[in-house]
Structure formats: structure tokens, C-alpha cells
């Protein structure tokens, strides 16, 4: 039987932040194609959603390094091993430079940062359980591309938080690849996002002509990154950080 590279059934994942936005995508991506899904948010109603879809979901703040630690008890509770962690809750904040406040940078870099940190931490013993040198278990952070180059948008704590999880990620991926555990990131570019809403509505014109390819990002573009960062196909990958985002922060 021929080997599909790309194949993630079977494998169980953590998404945060995984009841709307790019989160909901890869979520329910990988549920599509066979994995078991665990989900972390905060709105019951939504989390009530995921589950009538056929996700686990599970209610967590993870704006503090307790609240990362009891999601790990939940999943440790919830499942036997973990294959797949996407770190993906976040903030951002707006506001112009001489008005920007000390509260946007501890809100904005302790879930930005912090959190994927405390909860990659917590949950190795879950990623490590069934992780072979074949086989790794799989951490996938979001950046995004404003944490490569300058965004136009007054969000300083946002782009620096960016820049430091795409630096996380290659430091825990040289530490963690001797226990089996790929570590990676995905940038984003513009994709169809509560965060992005506003500027969208304002100015998609202007944000899909600064692609080479004309266009904001589809749920299948950043899923596909994920596949496979996850799958087969991307076994021999870590420390890479991929920006999906039609060019816009390599060619500009």
C-alpha cells in the first residue's frame, strides 16, 4: 500500500483559540480529515457549537500561566497521548504611539508568547507519550507575517509578540528534537478573521492588491500548512517558521 504523505487520520490535536478565526479553520480541517480534535476557548456558546460539530472542546483562560497549566490537566483527563499542539489563541492591540499603554504589552505577550510556552511545557509529557523518531509529535505555533515585516497598523505589542513566538519557535525546536517533538510556526497573512474584520471592511481592496496574488487567505491555505506540518510529509521539518500569506511579507 502506497504511503499517503499527507495523511493525519487517527491523530489527536490541541487547537487553541480553536472556536473562531484561522483557530475554527485548522480545527475543523483536521477534523475533516480524521483526526480527533480537542479545542480550547472561553465562550460557552461557541464551545457549545464545536461540540453539536463534532469537536472537543474544552473552556480554558490561558491569559495566565495557571490557566495554561489547568488546560493541560483537562487534556491529560480528555485523551491518552497528544500528536498535534497548535498554539493559536491570541490578542492584539491598537493604539497610537504616544498613547499606547503598559496594559496592551502584558495582556498582548502573555497570551501571545507566554502561553504557548507554559502550555508546550505542560503538555510534553502528552506530546512525548507516543512520539518516535519516525513518527514526531507535532507543535505548530501562528505567528504571523507582522512578525516579519513592519505592519502599517499601530500594534507594537502584537508585531514584537509575533517576532518573539517566531524566535520560540526555533529555540524549543533545537531543545525538543531530541525528544521527538517537531516545532514550527505559520505566519499568516490576511485571512477572514474577527482581528482582521475592521481592516477588511475598510480597505480589502487595498490588502488583496499588496498579494501577488490578488487575494486574502482561504481556510484551505493555512489548513494545507498545517496537514503538513502534521503529516508524514513533514516529519523532518522543525524550526521552520512558513508565512502563508500569498507573498505579501517576501516580496514587498
Known amino acids: 500500500m502506497t504511503l499517503d504523505l499527507f495523511d493525519v487520520s487517527g491523530k489527536t490535536a490541541l487547537v487553541t483559540g480553536g472556536t473562531s478565526g484561522i483557530g475554527a479553520m485548522i480545527a475543523h480541517g483536521l477534523l475533516e480529515r480524521g483526526a ?17 460539530a463534532g469537536l472537543t ?17 483537562q487534556v491529560a483527563a480528555e485523551v491518552d497521548g497528544l500528536d498535534i499542539l497548535v498554539n493559536n489563541a491570541g490578542a492584539t492591540w491598537g493604539a497610537p504611539l504616544d498613547e499606547f499603554p503598559d496594559a496592551a ?25 507516543a512520539a518516535t523518531a519516525e513518527n514526531p509529535s507535532r507543535v505548530i505555533n501562528i505567528g504571523s507575517i507582522d512578525g516579519i515585516r513592519v505592519p502599517r497598523t499601530a500594534s507594537y ?21 531530541p525528544r521527538n517533538v517537531t516545532v514550527n510556526a505559520i505566519a499568516p497573512g490576511p485571512f477572514e478573521s474577527k482581528m482582521m474584520a475592521p481592516i477588511l471592511a475598510e480597505l480589502r481592496d487595498e490588502v488583496e492588491a499588496a498579494s501577488p496574488l490578488g487575494r486574502i487567505g482561504r481556510p484551505d491555505d493555512v489548513v494545507g500548512a ?7 510529509a513533514g516529519s523532518y521539518l ?14 514587498l
Open 36 to 52: 480527533r480534535v480537542v479545542i480550547a476557548g472561553r465562550k460557552p456558546d461557541a464551545l457549545e457549537e464545536a461540540r453539536a
Open 57 to 73: 472542546a474544552l473552556q480554558a483562560n490561558l491569559s495566565t500561566p495557571e490557566g495554561c497549566r489547568e488546560l493541560a490537566e
Open 105 to 129: 504589552w502584558d495582556r498582548v505577550l502573555k497570551l501571545n508568547v507566554q502561553a504557548p510556552f507554559t502550555l508546550t511545557q505542560a503538555l510534553l509529557p502528552q506530546l512525548s507519550r
Open 157 to 177: 505589542s502584537y508585531s514584537s509578540s509575533k517576532a518573539a513566538i517566531h524566535q520560540l519557535t526555533r529555540h524549543l525546536a533545537r531543545d525538543l528534537g
Open 226 to 232: 498545517v496537514v503538513y506540518l502534521s503529516s508524514r
Open 238 to 251: 522543525t524550526g521552520a517558521v512558513i508565512p502563508v500569506d500569498g507573498g505579501i511579507a517576501t516580496t
